[in-house]
């Protein structure tokens, strides 16, 4: 009974790993077929990597009717068209360290079936270092071994010294390549530069004592700048940054001419009296050298207290002050509109008093010119229509005060004092057009006129 239950719970259990295979697991990944030149010492395991990061494993090699080597891999990834593999090595001296690089084609581009092959035109496969040897004869091979032990000897002790020469060998091995490539790439131009060179160690071997000379200054500019080796790495290793930062302000360039092309040919007509009026200018410009110094003077003068820059900086005290007194100041202003716009309506009076002023005293005697001025409002005489005269309207002088002030106390302009309307100061206008009563009814008496022939009292 005991069995029984053991055999079913087992098989509950596989049938449940079963499923979650199923759901969860149940692909092993897509597997490939990549086509190689030579296998490059790949073996089952090695690693298949994107970017530095693992994606699958290299599971089998064989070797196809052409002599290609057939690599299948499994990646986890699908792969699209597009897509180029190449075999790296992790180290020049290691065997069997090698792995598969994968460079995926666009996400947009159709996906590759899974058992697809990549052909040899989108791999490639690496150079071993005895491929390199084999296409030397036996006489470079023994120049080369000579090298290797001559640099043996050289670095022997100066370790630090071998390290850079390590760190710079494989940039050099590469700039190398690409020179070699365009060199073999045009072989006319190529010889052409070695008969003008020839040309060219002729005549300056005729120069020898001169280039002598200028191997030996040569050799002095060498050991300052030997001398001066951490400037000049550290100038070295800012030039990559800058000439990338040039390359993009050069293109950026190219765009700011493209538009700076109609700027130039508009200015192109203005700038034929460019030169006139430098000319015209330059004088000017002298005579504008005193200016300019007193104008430092003016901004910057020793001492406190004594220039702009002192004023600037006194200038927010007042600025905060001001600020306090400016809502003062509007009080002021909004309740002086109603004095501003009655003295508004005497402005002709004013202004015919001025105008009217030397009339006033263009009377004269043996000492000189002389005023006749009487105080408005004082009353002392009024115009009799009768006799055509001025006769004298009190005969109590005090009494003529009593004028400015109803209740004899105050002086006010009160209803029964001085309150002519604007205009009545000279004769009524034809056109009735004085007094003026728009603006100020109500708060003078029409009836109140000036002293003149055929006015009423």
Do not use: W
Not at 346 to 368: E, F, I, K, M, R
């Amino acid at each position: 009974m005991n069995l029984g239950r053991i055999a079913a719970l087992v098989g509950l259990a596989a049938a449940f790993v079963l499923v979650l295979v199923v759901l969860l697991g149940g692909s092993s990944g897509h597997s490939y077929k990549v086509l190689f030149d030579t296998g490059g010492q790949l073996v089952p395991g090695n690693q298949v990597l994107v970017g530095g990061q693992s994606i699958g494993t290299v599971d089998d090699l064989a070797l196809t009717g052409d002599g290609e080597a057939e690599v299948a891999i499994t990646v986890s990834e699908p792969l699209h068209e597009g897509t180029t593999a190449l075999v790296r090595l992790a180290s020049l001296s290691g065997v069997a360290n090698r792995y598969v690089s994968i460079q995926p084609g666009p996400n947009n581009e159709p996906e590759l079936e899974d058992g697809a092959t990549l052909s040899s035109d989108e791999t490639t496969a690496p150079v071993d270092l005895d491929q390199l040897f084999a296409t030397l004869d036996d006489e470079t091979r023994k120049s080369l071994q000579e090298v290797i032990q001559g640099s043996a000897v050289i670095y022997a002790g100066n370790t630090e010294g071998a390290r850079a020469t390590y760190k710079y060998f494989a940039p050099a091995l590469q700039s190398t390549q690409r020179l070699l490539a365009e060199i073999n790439r045009d072989q006319r131009t190529f010889s052409e530069f070695l008969v003008s060179g020839a040309s060219t160690v002729g005549a300056v071997a005729e120069r020898r004592n001169d280039l002598s000379a200028l191997t030996q200054n040569a050799n002095e500019a060498l050991g300052a700048i030997s001398a001066e080796n951490e400037s000049l790495d550290r100038s070295l290793s800012a030039l990559p940054p800058a000439m990338r930062q040039a390359n993009t302000t050069f293109v950026n360039l190219r765009a700011a001419l493209d538009d700076l092309d109609p700027l130039v040919a508009t200015a192109k007509p203005a700038t034929r009296d460019l030169a006139p009026f430098l000319r015209d200018l330059r004088p000017v410009a002298e005579r504008a050298v005193p200016v300019v110094t007193d104008l430092r003077t003016a901004v910057a003068t020793p001492g406190p207290g004594n220039d702009l820059t002192d004023v600037l900086r006194v200038a927010p005290k007042l600025e905060r002050k001001a600020a306090k007194a400016s809502s003062s100041g509007i009080d002021a202003i909004n309740d002086s509109g109603p004095n501003i716009e009655l003295f508004r309506s005497y402005s002709p009076d004013l202004l015919a008093a001025v105008s009217n002023l030397g009339q006033v005293t263009g009377y004269y005697d043996g000492n000189g010119h002389y005023a006749r001025v009487l105080p408005a409002g004082l009353g002392a005489f009024s115009y009799n229509a009768g006799t055509e005269e001025l006769e004298t309207s009190y005969a109590n002088p005090s009494a003529q005060l009593g004028f400015y002030s109803a209740a004899g106390a105050i002086p006010t302009l009160s209803p029964s004092g001085f309150e002519r309307c604007p205009g009545t100061g000279s004769q009524q206008a034809q056109d009735l057009s004085t007094p003026f009563l728009d603006d100020v009814g109500g708060q003078c008496d029409a009836t109140q006129i000036g002293v003149y022939p055929g006015a009423a009292p």
